[in-house]
């Protein structure tokens, strides 16, 4: 089979002193199939998949999340419709934006710093940043949710007293996560309340949801054309989802 396969480029901030572009080739049954979660975890090994550059592990979290917004984009399109349940009338109503928009406004609101080595960053007054890799974050987990904190916090900057929010918010100017929270309005009593996005598990939950309808696609080809697993689940996802349209147009053509 000659397959052809899209590919994104993107743009890594923290991965060398100059913002590097890399490819983030289509995804394939293959890749689907092995998302099982959606922590960080598994959203480095899909990127690991997916990136043709360094190991994903090594990435910091902000150009995982730019990384898993490209991946949203080829997927899905620019356009983020989360269904979400009232607080007050709990009511289901949608919150609808633009990715490529909230990552603009974050950026806006942040500051570039200089990366004078992967991850690492000195802002405008000359202060050394260290952000952590998917490997740091995991390690100081280990040590339990706030004693991890203050390990993860003491790695991050050395040049000033680690007073934890004030870290938070310099790491967050300089590497914005696609982890905030929003303002909502439900459409059916009007209540304003504020939900929390998060590109990781949004993406990595919207690949989970697709499971079955990989899973029929993958059992239409193989009763359609014959084909082995294994070809079928090599195929980039958009050939996949063509032959399966063609096969589903042929069927009924001939009812
Ligand atoms: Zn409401």
Request: hydrophobic share 45%.
């Amino acid at each position: 089979m000659i397959t052809h396969a899209r590919t994104e480029r993107i743009a890594l901030r923290h991965a060398a002193p100059a913002p590097r572009l890399v490819r983030l080739r289509e995804l394939q049954g293959h890749d689907e199939l092995a998302v099982d979660g959606v922590d960080t975890r598994t959203a480095v090994q899909l990127l690991g998949r997916l990136l043709d550059a360094d190991e994903a592990a090594d990435l910091s979290a902000s150009d995982r999340d730019a990384a898993l917004a490209a991946l949203h984009r080829a997927l899905w399109g620019d356009r983020i419709v989360a269904t979400l349940r009232c607080a007050a009338c709990e009511a289901m109503f949608d919150l609808s934006f633009e990715l490529s928009a909230l990552q603009r406004q974050l950026g806006q609101a942040g500051e570039a710093g200089r990366v004078s080595a992967p991850r690492e960053v000195e802002d405008a007054q000359g202060v050394h940043w260290h952000l952590p890799s998917a490997d740091e974050e995991d390690a100081a987990a280990q040590f339990g949710l706030e004693a991890g904190r203050a390990r993860l916090l003491a790695q991050v900057c050395a040049d000033v007293p680690a007073d934890a929010q004030a870290v938070s918010a310099r790491l967050e100017a300089l590497a914005p996560l696609l982890d905030v929270d929003l303002d909502a309005e439900c459409t059916e009593c009007g209540h304003a309340q504020r939900v929390r996005f998060d590109v990781q598990s949004f993406v990595l939950q919207r690949l989970l949801d697709e499971r079955d309808s990989v899973l029929g696609e993958v059992h239409a080809l193989a009763s359609g054309y014959g084909w082995s697993l294994q070809e079928i689940l090599s195929l980039p996802r958009s050939l996949r989802r063509s032959q399966v349209q063609r096969l589903t147009a042929a069927a009924s053509a001939f009812r």
